[in-house]
């Protein structure tokens, strides 16, 4: 069964920074783009960045220019670099495949963006 995990979440003041990891428990996931997801709450779930197998990356006009998404296939990991962070940002953060699989979504980790 495959599982993704997500951490490095936290409480960080805005123009902050933090690092996402998701740790994959299968090799086999990471033969396909992953994304990185939000959601706020009372809002939809958002791709936010998506990384493929070669290592293409695509972004949010949001996220554009503040964040960074990167893969470690040796690692079976992705990252998400955060920086320049607003309280918009706030937001529970996961990863999946992109476009998502329906039954690999994990528990997120939790961004709280706030003075």
């Known amino acids: 069964q495959v599982q993704l995990v997500e951490s490095g979440g936290g409480l960080v003041q805005p123009g902050g920074s933090l690092r996402l990891s998701c740790a994959a428990s299968?090799?086999?996931?990471?033969?396909?783009?992953m994304g990185w997801y939000r959601q706020a709450p009372g809002k939809q779930r958002e791709l936010v960045a998506l990384?493929?197998?070669?290592?293409?990356?695509n972004y949010a006009d949001s996220v554009k220019g503040r964040f960074t998404i990167s893969r470690d296939n040796d690692k079976n990991s992705v990252y998400l670099q955060m920086n320049s962070l607003k309280p918009e940002d706030t937001a529970v953060y996961y990863c999946?495949?992109?476009?998502?699989?329906?039954?690999?979504w994990g528990q997120g980790t939790q961004v709280t963006v706030s003075s």
């Open positions: 990384v493929t197998r070669g290592g293409y990356a």
């Open positions: 299968t090799s086999a996931v990471l033969l396909s783009a």
């Open positions: 999946n495949l992109s476009p998502p699989h329906s039954n690999y």
